[in-house]
């Protein structure tokens, strides 16, 4: 009597095909399916967290430039007449030096090594 052979089953009762394109056609969606868990998914999250951060950075600069404004604005009507005529670039210089003040503390925290 000849000897079949049975093919074998998988926990759950179901036959397994072993054949070489079953095994190569399911490394491939493995395969598909490890590259979206690890890129495709983090980016997504990823997306997220710079989308806030740009809209952050454009409020931040708009906010910043009306401050600025609002010195210089200041500066030239609140001081009367001493900062006019021949000393009237005196409010730019001092608007100039608050603006890279501010942009030098942005520039330190960026920098800053965290502790931890």
């Not at 000897?3 to 998988?10: I, K, L, M, N, S």
């Amino acid at each position: 009597m000849p000897e079949t052979r049975v093919a074998p089953y998988t926990k759950n009762g179901d036959k397994t095909d072993n054949s070489m394109t079953a095994q190569i056609s399911e490394l491939w969606q493995l395969i598909v399916a490890y590259a979206k868990q690890e890129t495709i998914e983090p980016i997504k999250g990823l997306a997220r967290f710079v989308g806030y951060g740009v809209l952050g950075s454009i409020c931040l600069a708009i906010g910043l430039t009306f401050l600025l404004l609002a010195t210089l604005r200041a500066l030239q009507t609140e001081t009367g007449s001493s900062m006019q005529g021949h000393l009237s670039w005196i409010p730019y210089l001092v608007t100039v030096a608050v603006g890279a003040i501010v942009a030098g503390l942005a520039g330190m925290q960026i920098t800053k090594k965290r502790k931890g």
